[in-house]
């Protein structure tokens, strides 16, 4: 029963991964960035509370986020697991799950670190913005994801310590797959 958390930059291609590692495990890829725009586009409540701090690439406040998604973990369809993929994104958001997963006394599993170098990243945004036209690919709005990152994201890593795998997420997709098959066997997860 695999409880992952996937981190890394965006566009360092968590969202592939975490898709693709749900998909062969069954279990269901949680990511908030995809709550949040399904629910701008339904026009809910949230999505109007969330709409502005995505459009401009900056982070949603903790405790909303942090209420979705521990909503979103009670749902039936994770008692075997799941890739928690872009959450949490700061310190007080890990404390949070730390709690959450205490009091239903789970634990995650591992934590992996798709690591990319900045001008990789900047390429791949770049790409992206040209074939899905999402609205925070534009320049400044990736600059600003990516201050958001390096300031509130990041520091996540020494928080998780030696808890974090780091993967290199540079190689072709299925070469990252691989590796992140073959660091989960060496686990014992699966
Ligand atoms: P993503 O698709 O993961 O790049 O997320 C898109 C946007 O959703 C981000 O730029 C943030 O505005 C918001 N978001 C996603 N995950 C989080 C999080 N864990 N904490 C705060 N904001 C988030």
């Known amino acids: 029963m695999p409880r992952i958390i996937m981190m890394g930059p965006p566009g360092a291609g968590k969202g592939t991964q975490g898709e693709l590692l749900a998909q062969l495990w069954s279990v269901p890829r949680i990511a908030p960035g995809d709550i949040f725009r399904a629910a701008i586009k339904a026009?809910?409540?949230l999505g109007k509370q969330v709409k502005a701090?995505?459009?401009?690439?900056?982070?949603?406040p903790d405790e909303l986020v942090v209420e979705v998604i521990t909503d979103r973990l009670q749902a039936p369809d994770t008692d075997r697991g799941w890739i928690l993929d872009g959450f949490?994104?700061?310190?007080p958001q890990a404390e949070a799950l730390n709690q959450f997963l205490t009091a239903h006394l789970q634990q995650y599993d591992l934590v992996i670190?798709?690591?990319?170098?900045e001008e990789v990243l900047l390429q791949r945004?770049?790409?992206r913005a040209l074939e899905q036209g999402r609205v925070d690919d534009t320049a400044e709005v990736i600059r600003q994801r990516l201050q958001e990152y390096y300031d509130k994201t990041r520091p996540l890593l020494e928080f998780y310590g030696?808890?974090?795998?780091?993967?290199?997420?540079?190689?072709?997709m299925e070469v990252v797959t691989r590796n992140i098959q073959?660091?989960?066997?060496e686990s014992a997860l699966v």
């Open 43 to 45: 026009g809910t409540d």
């Open 53 to 60: 701090f995505s459009d401009s690439g900056k982070l949603v």
């Open 88 to 91: 949490p994104r700061t310190v």
């Open 113 to 117: 670190n798709l690591e990319v170098p």
């Open 125 to 127: 945004l770049q790409q």
């Open 162 to 172: 030696d808890g974090v795998a780091p993967v290199d997420g540079t190689p072709p």
């Open 182 to 185: 073959n660091l989960i066997k």
